[in-house]
């Protein structure tokens, strides 16, 4: 009977050890579920938090981009508006001196070759004389004396071998010498022939020649750093009887100025938009830009004559664009002046609005350079007839084209008539000058724009002087007319063309008058004065 107590007392607590156990397991098992169920939660956690972490990193590198690309925009921007200013901190002036090639010739190197080989040495080769008891055995002084003999063999051997190493290495040296000397000498003389250039170019530009002088301006133009978009192409003319120079410069397009006004990230679409910049704000740059280049232009000329060579510059602004109606190209002058070298140096460009004054230089600008609104140029430069701007050639005599200097009045008179009468006016001579030059008065048929046209002609070897342009102001204002032309075979200096500015006179030099003849009367003449040539007083 205790023994079956005994047993299930046993099974009892073995029971309730299986039930701590499975509790215990059980316990454990929750544990580890909730231990599970953490570890997930804190994954998902941290993948949340990282996605939120890489979706703030995104987020701050489109605002980067946005930001970045704002900044560019605002840069050019700032650029356009500053192109004026921005000139007047740097000089344009090009000394001769810079342009020559620097001496930066090669010297001889020629390496191990510059060091001969030391000869050998006879005591370097001969033994060691026997000492001690070696001395005293026999046969040591024979063979002692061997020795030496083979010594003096070796030694003789070694200095033949060492003199044609030698020998070859002097060769190799003077050979080398010989190559570098030809090399340094073509060099040499490449540098002394540009350099020579350089001193020739500069005598020409020192004598006022007009090739000399329109090649160093075009490089002072070419030398202006504008934006990479504009097309900074210019062409350049030199009339040296009245020391100016004509250029034509190229404008950048419309479509230069951006049209973006901003760039935007929008995060809840994770796009970037663009907002448009206004289109009077867009003109109203295009405007400025116009005004700034064609004022930095003639900043750059005049700064860079440091000799006082140029009295006057006429600019003139074209831009290139296809017509729409036609689709062939279209090239408008949308800005024009001519000023003169002491007007230009009394303003102060650093403090000007370049709109206004241009407008105080009596340029004319178009009213609408976006819809390409043209203006007359006040000298095309065609007109700057290369035949005449340049050195008459020493076979001038074979040129069969008439020369003006040597017409009868007569004739000339009948020229200059004809002349205007081919470019449409009713011409009317009236009694001939006393400068042998032809006066008459003609009319411009045209309705609004025409009218009375006084115009004088002058045969001249050196430049007429402002008087003359006075004296064609007074004929206009005592005849009443609309606009006096006077037209020479020399030119005129910055006194005339002051004079005229904002007058209605019209100046023509020798070169356009050559221009004027070919292209309207179809006549090619020259203009050659006679050694023994005065003109009137």
Request: glycine share 4%; hydrophobic share 35%; aromatic share 8%.
């Amino acid at each position: 009977m205790a023994r079956r107590k005994n047993k299930i007392s046993m099974m009892a607590t073995l029971q309730k050890e299986a039930i701590r156990r499975q509790k215990e397991l059980e316990k454990e098992q929750t544990q580890a579920a909730k231990a599970a169920e953490k570890a997930r939660r804190a994954y998902e956690n941290a993948q949340k938090a990282d996605q939120k972490e890489r979706a703030r990193l995104y987020a701050e590198s489109r605002i980067a981009q946005v930001n970045l690309q704002n900044e560019q925009l605002e840069q050019v921007i700032t650029s356009f508006n500053t192109l004026l200013t921005d000139s007047l901190k740097t000089d344009s002036f090009i000394p001769f001196e810079t342009l020559k090639q620097p001496r930066n010739l090669p010297s001889f190197n020629p390496g191990p070759l510059a060091t001969p080989e030391p000869p050998p040495v006879e005591h370097n080769y001969r033994p060691p004389e026997p000492s001690g008891l070696k001395k005293l055995l026999p046969g040591s002084k024979e063979k002692y004396a061997q020795e030496v003999a083979k010594a003096q063999d070796l030694y003789a051997k070694h200095r033949v071998e060492h003199s044609a190493r030698e020998q070859q290495r002097q060769a190799k040296l003077a050979e080398l010498r010989a190559d570098f000397d030809r090399h340094y000498n073509d060099e040499l003389q490449k540098i002394n022939n540009q350099h020579a250039e350089v001193d020739k170019f500069q005598q020409d530009f020192d004598a006022r020649i007009p090739s000399a002088v329109v090649n160093y301006f075009t490089m002072v133009l070419a030398a202006s750093n504008y934006p990479d978009n504009f097309p900074q192409h210019a062409k350049v003319a030199y009339v040296p009887e009245s020391a100016q120079l004509v250029v034509e410069y190229d404008f950048p397009n419309f479509e230069t100025i951006p049209e973006v006004g901003t760039f935007k990230y929008t995060k809840s679409k994770d796009e970037i938009t663009k907002t448009t910049r206004p289109l009077t704000q867009r003109k109203s740059l295009y405007n400025s830009i116009i005004a700034q280049i064609t004022l930095r232009t003639l900043y750059e000329l005049f700064k860079a004559d440091r000799k006082h060579y140029i009295d006057v510059i006429v600019f003139n602004g074209y831009t290139e664009s296809i017509n729409k109606g036609t689709g062939l190209p279209l090239r408008t002058c949308l800005a024009t002046v001519r000023t003169s070298h002491d007007i230009f140096e009394k303003l102060d460009l650093t403090r000007v609005d370049p709109l206004a004054c241009l407008q105080g230089l009596n340029a004319s600008v178009s009213k609408s350079p976006t819809e390409l609104a043209p203006v007359r140029p006040v000298l095309e430069f065609d007109m700057v007839d290369p035949r005449f701007i340049e050195e008459i050639d020493v076979l001038s005599d074979l040129d069969q084209r008439p020369n003006l200097m040597e017409l009868t009045p007569g004739e000339f008179e009948s020229l200059i008539t004809n002349l205007f009468q081919k470019m449409g006016l009713e011409t009317r001579q009236t009694q001939a000058s006393r400068d042998g030059g032809v006066d008459c008065v003609a009319y411009d048929p045209r309705p609004i724009f025409g009218g009375k046209v006084v115009i004088q002609a002058k045969r001249y070897k050196h430049t007429v002087g402002v008087s003359a342009v006075r004296d064609l102001y007074g004929t206009l204002q005592n005849e009443g007319a609309s606009k006096g032309i006077l037209v020479t075979t020399s030119g005129y200096g910055k006194a005339s063309f002051e004079f005229a500015e904002g007058k209605p006179i019209e100046l023509l030099s020798g070169s356009n008058l050559l221009f004027l003849l070919s292209e309207h009367a179809g006549i090619e003449a020259k203009i050659d004065t006679p050694e023994n040539w005065k003109d009137p007083q």
